[in-house]
T-cell receptor, first 111, second 116 residues
Framework: TQLLEQSPQFLSIQEGENLTVYCNSS?????LQWYRQEPGEGPVLLVT?????EVKKLKRLTFQFGDARKDSSLHITAAQPGDTGLYLC???????????FGKGTMLLVSP | DTGVSQNPRHKITKRGQNVTFRCDPI?????LYWYRQTLGQGPEFLTY????????KSRLLSDRFSAERPKGSFSTLEIQRTEQGDSAMYLC??????????????FGAGSRLTVL
């Protein structure tokens, strides 16, 4: 059983469209992070959220942590081809020193 | 460039051979993690070090796998008697700072292993 479920698994859209990807779990996390990974490279941190209900914005990206700290969403406004990549959510359980990753959402933005 | 260096970037080997990967984190990374990532999956935790001490190992880390961080700086991951199922990207990540706060990782570019 996957601790973190990400949906959709794959998303192909046109430049300028908006999109939302989701990260869900039945577990409560002390923190949750979003990473973006390009082919042949390691994941790169986008944001960390730690407080239930927290919303963070990074240019056209909006991240939200659920009130119960079990889920998160990433919304991208006016997607651009440069947003193409694998978006991974990763959670840290209280008392643990490791991050658990979801399977990721592969986003393809076409010009 | 994240500052975390992994070598080699690509390794093709025949089944049954041994391979070793090296990770050089930045000097401030007191914790060092190894993850494995296969196609279509997110990274899966293998093991981590706090300075030179190996503190946790995943069930994924069979007895053919061994990791070291002898001086608390660079780390090596060795796979003995490789199997085709070992084919994956092996990612190293470092973490700075104190034991409090969110566990934010800085990843290297990975070492891709192909076992023929």
């Amino acid at each position: 059983t996957q601790l973190l479920e990400q949906s959709p698994q794959f998303l192909s859209i046109q430049e300028g469209e908006n999109l939302t990807v989701y990260c869900n779990s039945s577990s409560v996390f002390s923190s949750l992070q979003w990473y973006r990974q390009e082919p042949g490279e390691g994941p790169v941190l986008l944001v960390t959220v730690v407080t239930g209900g927290e919303v963070k914005k990074l240019k056209r990206l909006t991240f939200q942590f659920g009130d119960a700290r079990k889920d998160s969403s990433l919304h991208i406004t006016a997607a651009q081809p440069g947003d193409t990549g694998l978006y991974l959510c990763a959670g840290e359980l209280s008392g643990y020193s490791t991050l658990t990753f979801g399977k990721g959402t592969m986003l393809l933005v076409s010009p | 460039d994240t500052g975390v260096s992994q070598n080699p970037r690509h390794k093709i080997t025949k089944r049954g051979q041994n391979v070793t990967f090296r990770c050089d984190p930045i000097s401030e990374h007191n914790r060092l993690y190894w993850y494995r990532q296969t196609l279509g999956q997110g990274p899966e935790f293998l093991t981590y070090f706090q300075n030179e001490a190996q503190l946790e190992k995943s069930r994924l880390l069979s007895d053919r796998f061994s990791a070291e961080r002898p001086k608390g700086s660079f780390s090596t991951l060795e796979i003995q008697r490789t199997e085709q199922g070992d084919s994956a990207m092996y990612l190293c990540a470092g973490r700075t700072g104190s034991n409090s706060g969110a566990n934010v990782l800085t990843f290297g570019a990975g070492s891709r292993l192909t076992v023929l």
